[in-house]
C-alpha cells in the first residue's frame, strides 16, 4: 500500500492545486484492474467448482479439500459417501470436493 500512496504523492507534486479529476481517474482505473485481475477469476473458478458438484455421479472420483482421493459411492443432499483406498468409505460435505481427480489417479 505504501507504494500506492507514494504514487498517489507524486502525482500532485507538478501543480499547485492538483487536479481531482486525475486522481478519480487512477482510482478508477486501479478498480478496475482489481476487477479484471483478482475479482473475476475468482468467480469464474466458483463456477467452475459449484458446476462440476451438481454433475457428481456415483463412480467419479474426486479429490477433496484436505487431499483425500476417492470414488464416489453415494450422494445424499448435503453430503457424499466416497470410497478410498481398502473399501473404507468415508462421508464427507459435498463443499468438500474441490476437482475430479482421474487425470492424477492415472499418473500413479
Known amino acids: 500500500m505504501t507504494q500506492l500512496n507514494y504514487v498517489l ?9 492538483g487536479n481531482p479529476m486525475q486522481m478519480l481517474i487512477f482510482m478508477g482505473i486501479i478498480v478496475v484492474v482489481f476487477y479484471f485481475f483478482m ?11 459449484q458446476k462440476f458438484r451438481s ?28 470410497e478410498v483406498e481398502n473399501g473404507n468409505l468415508l ?7 474441490i476437482k475430479d481427480s482421474t487425470g492424477i489417479m492415472m499418473q500413479k
Open 55 to 82: 454433475e457428481m455421479q456415483k463412480g467419479d472420483k474426486i479429490m477433496t479439500i484436505g487431499g483425500i482421493h476417492g470414488k464416489i459411492n453415494a450422494i445424499k443432499e448435503d453430503a457424499i459417501i466416497i
Open 39 to 49: 475479482i473475476r477469476p475468482q468467480m469464474k473458478k466458483r463456477k467452475e467448482v
Open 9 to 17: 504523492l507524486m502525482m500532485g507534486q507538478g501543480e499547485e492545486g
Open 91 to 97: 462421508k464427507i460435505d459435498k463443499n468438500a470436493v
